[in-house]
T-cell receptor, first 114, second 115 residues
Framework: EPEVTQTPSHQVTQMGQEVILRCVPISNHLYFYWYRQILGQKVEFLVS????????KSEIFDDQFSVERPDGSNFTLKIRSTKLEDSAMYFC????????????FGPGTRLTVL | AQSVTQLGSHVSVSEGALVLLRCNYSSSVPPYLFWYVQYPNQGLQLLLKYTSAATLVKGINGFEAEFKKSETSFHLTKPSAHMSDAAEYFCAVILGSGNTGKLIFGQGTTLQVKP
C-alpha cells in the first residue's frame, strides 16, 4: 500500500540555522500539505500546495518558511532561520483529488531547535 | 470563525466499556468530517470520514461516528474498548468542496483504557 514518507524522523538544529524537511507524497496525489504539532497541542495547518504553487498558507507560514516540489516526487519545507518556537512535529500530507477525500499523513519529522 | 471542538481532553474507560469521544463543529457550509488517531510517536491515521453520504459512518478498528447536522456533532464511538485503543484522537473538518482542502483539527482527546 502506498504511503507518505518523511525524512529525517528527527532533526536537531541550532537556533538561526536553516533546516529542510523532506517528504515523498503518494505518487498519484495532486495536493500536498504541511502541518505542525507543537508538543501537547493540536495539529495546525501550515500550507497547501497544488499545481506547483502555494494555494493557501496560514499566518504561521511567514517569510521564514518556504515549500518546494523540486523534482516531481519530493515535497520540501524549508525554515530559513529557525527559532526555538519552531520546535514541533512536522507532518506532510497528500491528497489525490479535491473535495472530501482524505489526506494521507506521513509519520512526521520531529524538529528540535536548541 | 469555523472551528472544531472536542469536549474532554482526556477520557478514561475500562476495557470492554463503551468509548464516546465528542466532537462539535461550526460551519456555515456542509462540512467533510474526519476522525484521525495518533498512537504514541506515530503519525496520523484515518479512522473514518463523513462526506455527505450515510450519516452513520463505520471506520476501522470497530469505530463509528454519526453526523448530526441539527447538533453540529460528529461523535466517535466504539461499543467495547480494547487496551490497544489507547491513543490520541483528533476530529477534523474540511469546510466545503471548493477550498484547498486544509484540515482544521480539534484539540485532541487522549483515550486511556484501564484493564
Amino acid at each position: 500500500e502506498p504511503e507518505v514518507t518523511q525524512t529525517p524522523s528527527h532533526q536537531v538544529t541550532q537556533m538561526g540555522q536553516e533546516v529542510i524537511l523532506r517528504c515523498v507524497p503518494i505518487s498519484n496525489h495532486l495536493y500536498f500539505y504541511w502541518y505542525r504539532q507543537i508538543l501537547g497541542q493540536k495539529v495546525e495547518f501550515l500550507v497547501s500546495f497544488y499545481n506547483n504553487e502555494i494555494s493557501e498558507k496560514s499566518e504561521i507560514f511567514d517569510d521564514q518558511f518556504s515549500v518546494e516540489r523540486p523534482d516531481g516526487s519530493n515535497f520540501t519545507l524549508k525554515i530559513r532561520s529557525t527559532k526555538l518556537e519552531d520546535s514541533a512535529m512536522y507532518f506532510c500530507a497528500s491528497r489525490r483529488t479535491s473535495g472530501g477525500n482524505e489526506q494521507f499523513f506521513g509519520p512526521g519529522t520531529r524538529l528540535t531547535v536548541l | 470563525a469555523q472551528s472544531v471542538t472536542q469536549l474532554g481532553s482526556h477520557v478514561s474507560v475500562s476495557e470492554g466499556a463503551l468509548v464516546l469521544l465528542r466532537c462539535n463543529y461550526s460551519s456555515s457550509v456542509p462540512p467533510y468530517l474526519f476522525w484521525y488517531v495518533q498512537y504514541p510517536n506515530q503519525g496520523l491515521q484515518l479512522l473514518l470520514k463523513y462526506t455527505s453520504a450515510a450519516t452513520l459512518v463505520k471506520g476501522i478498528n470497530g469505530f463509528e461516528a454519526e453526523f448530526k447536522k441539527s447538533e453540529t456533532s460528529f461523535h466517535l464511538t466504539k461499543p467495547s474498548a480494547h487496551m490497544s485503543d489507547a491513543a490520541e484522537y483528533f476530529c477534523a473538518v474540511i469546510l466545503g468542496s471548493g477550498n484547498t482542502g486544509k484540515l482544521i483539527f480539534g484539540q485532541g482527546t487522549t483515550l486511556q483504557v484501564k484493564p
